[in-house]
C-alpha cells in the first residue's frame, strides 16, 4: 500500500500551484494497487465538466475574469472531430498552466488546489480523501514534523503580514512548510544514528521557524514572497 505518497506533490512554483503530474502519477498508483487501468492526464483534460469547474475556479480565485469582457465558451476550443482543444484552452486561464521548458522537475500541469483536488476525485477515491485529509484539514503542515507546535505559531504570523492580512494564506502555509522539509532533507549528519539524526533534525527545525517568527514579529519581513526569498538562502 502506498504509504503517504502525497507528500510528494511539488507546490509553489508558479504562484503557489501544485504539480498535477504529481498527483496524477501518485493515483495511478493506488489505481494499479486496486487493479485497475492508469489514466493519462488528457483524458481529465479533455472532460468539459472538468473545464466547467475551472471556470469556476478562475472566477473566485484567477484574474482572468477580473475583466468583466473576458468570456470563455468551451464549445469553442472543440476541433472538427468534437474534441476539446484543451491546450489551447488552457491559455486562457490563470489557475492552471503548462510548463513546458525549463527544468525538468518544472515542467507539466500545474494548478491551484482546487484543481488538484478535482483531479484526484477523477482518479481514486482513496487519494481524494487522503487530499482532503492534508490539504483541507492542515495535515501536510504537522505530518512527521516534530516541531508541530512551531509551525502553527508561524502560520498565525503569515496571517499578520501587511500583504496577506484577511487572506486566505493556505497556500503559504503549506508552501512555506514544505521548503522548509526541503531544506531539513538535505542537512548531512552522516555518521549519525537515527536517534541523533532525528534530533539534530528537530533541533535545526526549530532554529528556522523560530528565526522566521521573529524576522516577522519586527517587521523585517514585510511581504509572503519575501518570506518564501529568505527561505531559500535558510
Known sequence: MVTNQIMTVQIGHLTQMGNLNDVL??????RKEKGLREIEIREWLVKESTWEFIIEVERKY??????????????????????LDYSELMKKF???????????????YWANLQIMLDLAI?????????????FINHKLLH??????????????LIDTIPDRIGKNNE????????KIREKLYIISTRGYNQQKHDAIVQQKR??????LSLMIRVGFIKTASQLLEIIEKL
Not at 502519477?25 to 493506488?30: A, E, Q, T
Not at 477523477?122 to 492534508?134: A, K, V
Not at 505530518?143 to 498565525?156: H, Q, T, V, W
Open 206 to 211: 526549530t532554529e528556522y521557524l523560530s528565526n
Open 143 to 156: 505530518f512527521r514534523d516534530l516541531g508541530g507546535d512551531n509551525f502553527k505559531e508561524l502560520n498565525i
Open 171 to 178: 497556500y503559504y502555509y503549506i508552501a512555506i512548510s514544505i
Open 122 to 134: 477523477y482518479l481514486s477515491p482513496t487519494l481524494r480523501l487522503e487530499m482532503i485529509d492534508i
Open 62 to 83: 484567477g484574474t482572468f475574469f477580473q475583466n468583466l469582457d473576458s468570456r470563455v465558451c468551451i464549445s469553442d476550443y472543440k476541433n472538427s472531430s468534437g474534441q
Open 25 to 30: 502519477k501518485i493515483g495511478n498508483v493506488y
Open 94 to 108: 490563470s489557475v492552471i498552466k503548462s510548463q513546458r521548458g525549463g527544468k525538468p522537475e518544472n515542467r507539466g
